[in-house]
């Protein structure tokens, strides 16, 4: 993780950054923790990371979870194995249609008699489980279609995660909200311009109305437009100078 904390001063948003590998060696959930218990309010978190420890992956996503302000994760490009548990505590997720999510079983190595061998089995179910169930949490998928993308090492798109709920939105897509938005503000400024010329137009015609009424010697009306009606020879004589 980028050893700063951004805050983003029209938004008022701090950002932090998943960008290495969980664990030991990269991001571990005390460092991201320290970080987390600096931050108020929205916040906003940037993964792009292969994954890594399971244990230190699950402290982070409980971590974020327990965070009361408003989360939200940015898939910038990858959000593989702990990376991807992790992405699903953020209340609104979002990642490219070209960035990727890749959800698995966890996996270890043990030695020993045939009993390590199964207690080493035994603690990996566990761990699947865990993982399961932020996945369950997020998507509303049911368990044995999650069970079953983890078993096949499932790699996933921006639209494929969509489809299944791993995120909420695509962050290079346009949402019918924002189109009509821009279409109403589109509208405002069309609206505005020609109230605009319309009052240049106005102001234009009386000015050419005031000379001609004092070359003539005529009274000026005080709307001249209303005059069309009200004193149509007046207006006539106006208008034809």
């Known amino acids: 993780m980028s050893n700063h904390t951004e805050l983003n001063?029209?938004?008022?948003?701090?950002?932090?950054?998943?960008?290495?590998?969980?664990?030991?060696d990269g991001i571990t959930a005390k460092k991201f923790?320290?970080?987390?218990?600096?931050q108020r309010g929205a916040?906003?978190?940037?993964?792009?990371?292969?994954?890594?420890?399971?244990?230190?992956?699950?402290?982070?996503?409980?971590?974020l979870k327990a965070y009361t302000g408003k989360k939200t994760v940015i898939i910038d490009s990858l959000a593989a194995s702990m990376a991807s548990v992790i992405a699903m505590a953020g209340d609104v997720v979002?990642?490219?249609?070209?960035?990727?999510?890749?959800?698995?079983?966890?996996?270890?190595?043990?030695?020993?008699?045939?009993?390590?061998?199964?207690?080493?089995?035994?603690?990996?179910?566990?761990m699947k489980e865990a993982m399961l169930a932020a996945y369950r949490l997020k998507t509303n998928l049911d368990e044995t279609q999650l069970s079953e993308l983890?078993?096949?090492?499932?790699?996933?798109?921006?639209?494929?995660?969509?489809?299944?709920?791993?995120?909420?939105?695509?962050?290079?897509s346009v949402s019918e909200n924002k189109i009509t938005a821009q279409f109403h503000q589109v509208c405002i400024a069309r609206t505005q311009e020609v109230q605009r010329s319309e009052q240049a137009i106005s102001a234009d015609v009386r000015e050419t109305a005031a000379k001609i009424c004092h070359h003539r010697k005529m009274p000026q009306p005080?709307?001249?437009?209303?005059?069309?009606?009200?004193?149509?020879?007046?207006?006539?004589?106006?208008?034809?100078?």
């Open 33 to 38: 923790k320290d970080e987390l218990n600096k």
């Open 43 to 63: 916040i906003e978190i940037y993964i792009n990371s292969a994954g890594g420890v399971v244990t230190e992956g699950i402290a982070i996503y409980n971590s």
């Open 150 to 172: 983890m078993d096949e090492e499932t790699w996933m798109n921006g639209e494929d995660c969509l489809k299944l709920g791993f995120i909420d939105t695509l962050s290079d």
């Open 9 to 24: 001063a029209f938004t008022g948003v701090n950002k932090l950054y998943i960008d290495d590998d969980i664990g030991k």
């Open 94 to 126: 979002q990642m490219p249609s070209n960035g990727l999510m890749m959800i698995h079983n966890p996996w270890g190595a043990s030695s020993g008699q045939a009993k390590e061998h199964r207690k080493t089995a035994d603690l990996l179910d566990v």
């Open 222 to 241: 005080a709307n001249l437009f209303k005059s069309q009606n009200d004193k149509p020879t007046h207006y006539s004589e106006i208008k034809n100078v």
